[in-house]
């Protein structure tokens, strides 16, 4: 049995295509990171499994319980972390926490939700009410209301979106430890340093396609291994710019083997240009995302050898 | 294992998955919602309970002044006893289905529907804790005006069973059309205009303020079509033992419209009309 198991999911939303079948299986207990552009249906995905939308065709699974046909039994599995920063304003951080976990038939729980306010930063606001509460704080709060009832799956939408340093720390420590409990964490984000610290799977979408889907040691292996960072103050020579990642003054280039660096500083040389703290290093989930996705769009995933 | 990678098992200890669904455990997610609706109207007291009742007792202290002595309704009733019970039962109805309509699409609105979206709670949870908060909220604000207008008037409790049935009948009614209308809306606008163009002209045009005898037979005829007209006729029988039309009549009228409504709202519900995409 899988944690989350998609089948041929497809969502049409008027004239775009936001997932056009997508198959994914998710083993209990991983740390899955769900990568890939704005609009590439991520969102959408976790919105199905959460009973929020609809798919048009296909099929998902929660432990085993259909998501439309025995939505009760998947709900009660799994906790989501919404991306929107919602919040209803008529009660206290702690009154909101035993409301969730009154939903799902969870009462007396109070233990529990100390032991999250306390992982979460948010002991001393227990009793403020929830306007009071800052963006990052009502982010904690959000993250509570996801596990106030123990649910063994949790799916987090973007939960470090906006949000500082040290709640993104305080964060992590706290699902990394869920995790290692026996937790399934599904999450999709933005930073993807973050993924690459965390997640032992990865699956990138692409307009709402699986393009890749693998252990992150070898995504991370399996591409262009080798990549090159300077900074520069003269505009890069035209003939390198498509393998290359601009950032303001700093450059990245992706080479395969240390001919293609031998090349790449020749050209640089021959335009007259000199790089500055200049450093050879591995390529990061960064530049294999940029790779994937600049690269032509794939057929589609088989369901057969994702799920198996 | 394919290329693509497998997922790993059986590595590390897992979590025991969730508790399979008990009937303490749906009841308890039914409380709960209830509990929090109530809850809600509650914190904000001020404006969802005295502010009703005051409005109330408005309209008693000046249509009362204008017409008690001009007017006596079926025969010997004066007219400020005659609008008490109108003017309560106009404020359970418009209370009951301000709060069921008003919780909705403030949640829709703010986006923190969501945390009701992602429970396991059936849309028969729903329709009992949104429509049983505005029973309550009916209730509170009803007990309310007849407090504070019961001294302006004798009053008798002739058949004290139909008050209660209409009451409840009434409330439940619209709470469930004030769901209904949440669902549909998209703004604070159309709820607003369903409330000044529909419940309220039905409710002012019901006989609160007069009976329908005095009317001319063609509006008459027109009122016999208002649902709300019966809620209220019905209402008062149980406080003078006598009416515009049989009780049973209303009964039977305010008994379908509710299975109606009721129905319609619970097919809504169970199909997540306009909040699940």
Redesign the interface.
């Known amino acids: 049995m899988?944690a989350v198991e998609v089948i041929d999911v497809a969502r049409r939303f008027g004239p775009v295509q936001a997932l056009a079948g997508i198959d994914l299986?998710?083993?209990?207990?991983?740390f899955f990171g769900l990568l890939g552009p704005n609009g590439a249906g991520k969102t959408t995905l976790i919105?199905i499994l959460?009973?929020?939308?609809?798919a048009d065709r296909g099929s998902a699974r929660i432990?085993g319980h259909d998501v439309i046909a025995d939505?009760?039994?998947a709900?009660?599995?799994?906790g989501?972390v919404?991306q929107?920063l919602?919040?209803?304003?008529?009660?206290s951080v702690r009154?909101a926490l035993r409301?969730?976990g009154?939903?799902?038939?969870?009462?007396n729980n109070d233990a529990w939700i100390d032991e999250l306010l306390a992982n979460l930063g948010l002991a001393d606001k227990a009793n403020a009410n929830m306007r009071q509460l800052s963006g990052g704080m009502k982010r904690r709060v959000l993250v509570a209301?996801a596990l106030v009832?123990?649910?063994?799956v949790i799916v987090l939408d973007e939960p470090t979106a906006g949000v500082d340093v040290e709640l993104r720390q305080t964060l992590w420590q706290f699902i990394a430890r869920l995790n290692?409990?026996?937790?399934t964490v599904l999450l999709t984000t933005h930073y993807l340093e973050e993924a690459e610290a965390l997640c032992?799977?990865i699956a990138m979408l692409k307009q709402g396609r699986v393009v890749a889907?693998?252990?992150t040691s070898?995504l991370l292996a399996g591409t262009a291994s080798t990549m090159l960072r300077f900074k520069l103050d003269r505009p890069l020579p035209t003939q390198l710019l498509a393998q290359s990642r601009v950032t303001g003054r700093i450059v990245q280039i992706t080479a395969h083997d240390a001919r293609e660096v031998e090349s790449i500083l020749a050209t640089l040389h021959a335009a007259a240009c000199e790089p500055e703290d200049l450093e050879i290093g591995r390529a990061d989930l960064e530049d294999v995302f940029l790779e994937i996705m600049q690269a032509e769009m794939p057929q589609r995933?088989p369901a057969a050898?994702?799920a198996? | 294992m394919?290329?693509?990678?497998?997922?790993?098992?059986g590595?590390?200890?897992?979590?025991?998955?969730?508790?399979?669904?008990?009937p303490?455990?749906?009841l308890?997610?039914v409380?709960?919602?209830l509990?929090?609706e109530v809850?809600?109207f509650w914190?904000?007291s001020f404006q969802t309970v005295a502010a009703p009742v005051l409005t109330a007792v408005l309209y008693l202290l000046i249509f009362g002044h204008v017409l008690e002595g001009r007017v006596t309704v079926f025969g010997s009733v004066g007219y400020t006893s005659f609008l008490i019970p109108g003017l309560v039962m106009m404020s359970v109805l418009q209370n009951a289905f301000a709060n069921s309509s008003s919780s909705l699409i403030q949640?829709k609105i703010?986006?923190?529907l969501?945390?009701?979206?992602?429970?396991?709670?059936?849309h028969w949870a729903w329709f009992l804790a949104y429509v049983g908060a505005s029973l309550v909220r009916g209730v509170v604000v009803g007990a309310g005006v007849m407090l504070v207008t019961v001294w302006f008037a004798p009053l008798h409790l002739a058949a004290p069973g139909w008050i209660l049935l209409f009451t409840v009948a009434g409330a439940v009614l619209m709470g469930a059309l004030g769901l209904i209308a949440g669902l549909w809306a998209e703004k604070f606008d159309q709820i607003a205009a369903f409330q000044n163009f529909l419940i309220m002209p039905m409710t002012f045009l019901s006989g609160v303020f007069y009976s329908i005898q005095s009317l001319p037979p063609f509006w008459q005829a027109v009122s016999h079509l208002n649902p709300f007209f019966y809620m209220i006729d019905g209402f008062r029988h149980g406080f003078f033992g006598v009416s515009d039309v049989s009780p049973w009549t209303s009964l039977a009228v305010v008994g379908c419209s509710l299975v109606v409504v009721c129905s319609l709202c619970l097919m809504l519900l169970r199909r997540?009309y306009k909040i699940?995409?």
Do not use: C, M, W
């Open positions: 899988y299986a998710v083993g209990e207990g991983e919105s959460a009973g929020l939308t609809r432990l939505f009760r039994a709900r009660r599995n799994l989501v919404p929107e919602v919040f209803d304003p008529f009660f009154e409301i969730q009154g939903y799902f038939g969870v009462y209301q009832h123990r649910p063994p290692k409990e026996g937790h032992n799977r889907l693998d252990r070898a995933i050898q994702v198996h | 394919s290329s693509l990678g497998a997922p790993p098992r590595a590390r200890p897992l979590v025991a998955p969730a508790p399979a669904e008990t303490a455990s749906v308890s997610g409380r709960t919602l509990y929090k809850l809600r914190k904000v949640s703010t986006g923190n969501v945390f009701l979206l992602v429970t396991p709670l059936s997540g699940r995409h």
